[in-house]
């Protein structure tokens, strides 16, 4: 692994719940020894990629960040496009709506949208990195991968994150084969034990499976009626989210749209 690898994968250990990290408590995160960890941050903190903060002087996400997102956002409005789609499926499933990419060969979500429909609803972290294995997004993004990434995956250690998690890579390759044939995944209680997913597949402007869009509600709300609805919600959304993004989806994923609807 290259040195801009290993920086890089420094930002990574930053989440909501950890957004302070000290030297120390960094190398261990990272598997490094402590200087070559020091060497790192200390590059990252000169591009103003991270920053020390406080009489510990942890380090924390550096504003060099704001300024790349937002020229992101500027050319290529990626959650600007897609919140509104979001929150209208939101609305209309009353239930959790949530849009996650492809990056760096991890699922990470990109931004969520709630209903105000019920008081007890599924909450989501857009710092997290969404297992491929255990959840509705993880399933859908993979039934359209190719082989060898697919492979890749499956090769893992899947960690069991409830007692209906898959772990199997035989069970797992069958379920992705469903969900290649279906155009949507679903995951009961994978992630969660109490939480119910559906999701549909995002593409690029090459037709390439770019993310997934979902909603997740608590599993006693998902009746049959309520799953029908979902399913067809979010093959809308997923159309009007890859169109506005300049995507393509593939004529398969058409026409099996156009048949589960």
């Known amino acids: 692994m290259g040195t801009v690898s290993k920086a890089l994968e420094l930002l990574d250990l930053f989440t909501r ?10 190398a261990r995160l990272a ?54 789609v979001l929150q209208a499926l939101a609305q209309r499933t009353s239930e959790t ?6 990056i760096g060969g991890q699922l990470r979500p990109l931004v969520h ?6 008081a007890t609803r599924v909450t989501l972290d857009d710092t997290d990195t969404l297992p491929f294995h255990a959840t509705s997004s993880g399933l859908a993004v993979l039934a359209f991968q190719p082989d060898a990434f697919r492979e890749t995956v499956l090769a893992q250690t899947l960690p069991r994150l409830t007692r209906s998690t898959e772990t199997d890579p035989g069970t797992l390759r069958a379920r992705i084969a469903e969900v290649r044939s279906l155009g949507y995944a679903e995951s009961r209680g994978g992630y969660e034990s109490d939480v119910h ?31 029908r609805l979902i399913r067809y919600s979010l093959m809308q ?16 994923i058409v026409t099996l749209w156009r048949l589960a609807a």
């Open 197 to 227: 997913s559906m999701a549909v597949p995002l593409f690029d402007a090459l037709g390439g499976c770019s993310g997934a869009v979902a909603v997740a509600a608590l599993g006693s709300r998902m009746s049959e009626q309520q799953r």
């Open 97 to 102: 709506a949530h849009l996650s990419l492809l």
């Open 237 to 252: 959304a997923g159309t009007e989210i890859t169109t506005l993004w300049g995507g393509s989806l593939p004529s398969d």
């Open 31 to 84: 598997g490094l020894n402590k200087a070559t960890c020091f060497r790192l941050l200390s590059e990252l903190a000169e591009h103003g990629l991270v920053e020390q903060v406080g009489t510990a002087r942890e380090y924390r996400l550096g504003p060099a960040l704001l300024r790349l997102a937002a020229l992101r956002e500027a050319q290529v409005p990626t959650r600007e496009a897609a919140m509104p």
């Open 17 to 26: 719940a950890s957004p302070l990290i000290g030297l120390s408590d960094m």
């Open 113 to 118: 949208a709630y209903s105000s429909a019920h």
